[in-house]
Each structure stands twice: as C-alpha cells, then as structure tokens.
C-alpha cells in the first residue's frame, strides 16, 4: 500500500501510554479515564497483553488518545510483550507511570522506571491504591524516582482523578480533538491463531497488535483508526472466539464475551478464516453471531499461500455452509503474512457497507412484495388467505422491511421464509442481513 494511504493509528490529538510493572492497577486506570470498560481487568499479573487504546476527552477541546499496556518485565521476552510495551512508549507524548501505593516503592518499579526514563518522554508519577493509611504513608519512598510530577489516585474507586486530569493538561499541548465520529467500525473477528492480527498489523502498516504462533495471545479489543483514499476506518482486533467448552481460564472467558461485544459495536464484521483448514464448525458459530447481531459481514481467506489441492478441495467443500449463512458475502483470498490480495479488502468492505445501507422508497418496497406475493400465492389459515396490505422499509444497517397483512406469519413458517429469501434474492446485497418485520392490521 502506498504510503500516507493506510497507516495512522493514532491520529493528530495527543496520546498517553498508561505503563509501569505488572499488577499495578493500570487496566482499572485506564477503564477509569475512559469512563467504561474497556481493558480486562484481573488480580492475576500479566492479564494485559497488547497495547489497548481508546479516547478521552479533556476539558471543552481537548481529546486524548489512551494506551493501557501490558507490565514490563525487564529480561527474556519469548513472545514479544516487552517489545509492545516499548513501542507503545515511543508512540506516546506523555507516559502516567503507574506504581502501587500499598507495596511502597519496590525494586522491580526502579528497574522499569529506568527501562522508561531511556525514552526521554515526559511522565506523570500516578500512585495508585492510595485510599488506605498504610499507602499515604508510603508516597514519599516514591520521590527517589526522581519524577517532578506526582498524583496519588484510587482508580478502583475514582479518587483522585480530577487532579491527574489536571496534571494531564499541564503537560500535553492543547490542541482540538479529533473524532472518530462517522469512521465506520469494523471488527476483525475468527478463531484463535487464524491470522487476525497478522491481518491487522498488514492493514495499519506496522506492528500494532502483539502476533504468536501461540492461540489466544490477543485477549483486549484494540482500536486503530486507519485512513485510505480519503477514507477512514476503525479496525478492532479482537481475542479468537472459541466454543464456551474450549475457554481455558476466566479472563480467556471474558474476552470472548467482549469479542462478541465488539461485534455488536461494529457496523462490518470481518471473519478471518484459516484457508488450509477450511470452514470450520467454530467459523459458522461466528458467522451465526454475526448474522443475529445483524451486521454486515467479508469473509477474508487467510493464509491462501498455504494451500495446497487438498487444502483446496477441503475449502471448496465446506465454503457453501458459510456462503449459505452469511447471504453469499464477499470474499477475499489474502496472506496477511506477505500481503497478498489485501488490496481487495477495503474495496469489498466499501461495497458491503454501501449494501448495509441500502434504502429503498415506499412504492419501490410495495412493488417489490406484490411481485413477491403474486409469485407465489399466500397460505390458508381456517379456510382464511393470508393477505397482505403493503410494506415499508423501517431502518437501515441492516435493511428492515415491515409488511401489514391481516395477521402474522410464525418464524418458521414456510412462507415466511418463502418471503425472505425472495426478498434476499431480489434485493442482492451480499453478506448483508435483511430483516423481515410481519404485523397484523384490522
């Protein structure tokens, strides 16, 4: 991709990285400056895994780009969480550097700190869990940091954050906020270990989310705006959503439920699949998700440089329950690894958003389901036709219609389904859910 055409995942208002060692409180810091929640938050350490962003507003016209990141652990870095917590530094114009009230001032906080300090950015010393006597005692020993800065705060119960508020404007240029207001929202969702954040990184141009061969590595939602062709986009990854009776731990189990959360956040649901594999059980279990929430969805075949005939054969075997599911959605072959065929992505995503919003006039809707219903004639109930009135389109993304006739129709009646998959066919909007509202009227 060209440069300038995708890549900026931070935008022109200032960012903060949240950092410190692990079990510090950073998560609930972050939650709390956001004001909703966000992170995961768990008493076990290392919890956090990727750099997870999000936006804040202070005062009338300043917004504030946030990252929660994972604790540093100064040594061996098997998987890269050190490395993520590094970058999020260096992207960042100010650090809040977090360390525990109650533990005191410990070794392991001078050992990051020195990590930290290497940067050169600026920090904001945030004593956390410091609503206990034992803490406030505490705060001194934290003066040998050397950090001119410091804000004793209670993030679990929102002490002190009016005063860390006003620390944070003393220190980041004042500048007006950019929103992500109108970006459309597209969640990168699939099983574990398919690809999504190899998919992600490819996309923003840089390696934004932490990628292991390791499943279940991503836990956090991440949010990256991205801009292309004068377009501009919310990518979110999300943890692999694996069947309730494959969640290993709870906060695996949390994740998954905001993965599925995310979905329902997003206007498009980009489902990565593993090509080699081929459509899975656990796949159609998302596409099911997607589908019930009622958002627009790509299928995106990832790892397509893998395949061989059988791999071939295996997906072309399995790929109609999923197209059947998902209304024939778009389809784009990738290798988020080399790049391949990514170019097709955002393109199919434009043409399945335009379908989301797909809008039709009052007469066009009513010529649409006379045709419909003049094809195939309606059922008898106690020697009584069925008998439809006219229709209307109530909403958009995704297209609802509302027809009145002299009484309803269950859900699985087959005429019913008769009425929407017609209604499917002749409106042709692929990977697009259409609703079907049927009400009586006198």
Do not use: C
């Not at 620390?167 to 398919?194: F, H, K, M, Y």
């Not at 731990?249 to 949390?254: C, K, T, V």
């Not at 008998?387 to 909403?395: E, I, M, P, S």
Request: proline share 5%; hydrophobic share 40%.
């Amino acid at each position: 991709m060209a440069e300038g055409e995708v890549g900026r995942a931070m935008g022109r208002a200032p960012t903060i990285a949240i950092v410190g060692r692990p079990n510090v409180g950073k998560s609930t810091l972050f939650n709390r400056l956001l004001g909703r929640r966000q992170a995961i938050v768990n008493d076990r350490p290392g919890v956090t895994r990727d750099r997870i962003t999000g936006s804040f507003q202070v005062g009338p016209e300043r917004m504030i780009h946030l990252i929660d990141t994972g604790g540093l652990v100064p040594g061996d870095d098997p998987i890269g969480l050190n490395r993520q917590v590094l970058m999020a530094v260096e992207e960042s114009d100010l650090l809040l550097f977090v360390v525990d009230g109650k533990d005191g001032l410990t070794g392991a906080d001078e050992r990051v700190w020195q990590e930290f300090r290497r940067s050169g950015r600026p920090a904001v010393l945030v004593v956390n869990k410091s609503d206990t006597k034992a803490a406030q005692a505490n705060v001194h020993e934290f003066s040998r940091l050397g950090l001119a800065s410091t804000v004793t705060v209670s993030a679990e119960h929102g002490r002190g954050i009016g005063e860390l508020l006003a620390a944070i404007e003393d220190q980041v240029p004042a500048a007006p906020g950019e929103t992500w207001s109108g970006a459309p929202r597209l969640a990168i969702v699939g099983r574990p270990n398919v690809g999504k954040s190899s998919l992600l990184n490819r996309m923003v141009g840089a390696e934004r989310a932490l990628v292991s061969e390791r499943p279940g590595t991503t836990r956090d939602p991440i949010d990256t705006l991205i801009e292309r062709g004068g377009k501009s986009y919310v990518l979110v990854d999300t943890a692999g959503i694996r069947r309730r009776s494959r969640v290993e731990d709870p906060s695996e189990e949390l994740a998954v439920m905001m993965a599925r959360r995310q979905i329902g956040d997003a206007d498009l649901a980009i489902l990565v699949i593993d090509a080699v594999t081929g459509v899975t059980t656990g796949d159609l279990a998302i596409a099911g998700a997607i589908w019930e929430l009622g958002r627009a969805a790509v299928i995106v075949v990832n790892k397509w440089d893998l395949l061989d005939e059988d791999g071939r054969e295996r997906l072309d075997d399995t790929w109609p329950r999923l197209a059947g599911l998902l209304a024939a959605p778009w389809r784009v072959n990738t290798s988020a690894k080399t790049g391949r065929g990514l170019d097709k992505l955002l393109p199919a995503v434009e043409e399945a958003l335009e379908s989301y919003a797909f809008e039709l006039s009052t007469a066009a809707v009513n010529d649409l389901f006379e045709s419909i219903v003049t094809r195939h004639r309606p059922p008898t109930h106690q020697g009584k036709s069925w008998k439809f009135y006219y229709a209307t389109q109530v909403t958009t993304r995704p297209p609802t219609f509302m027809l009145f006739a002299n009484r309803t129709i269950d859900r699985n009646n087959s005429y019913r389904r008769y009425l929407e998959n017609a209604l499917r066919e002749r409106l042709d909007l692929p990977g697009v859910p259409i609703r079907l509202v049927i009400r009586r009227r006198t």
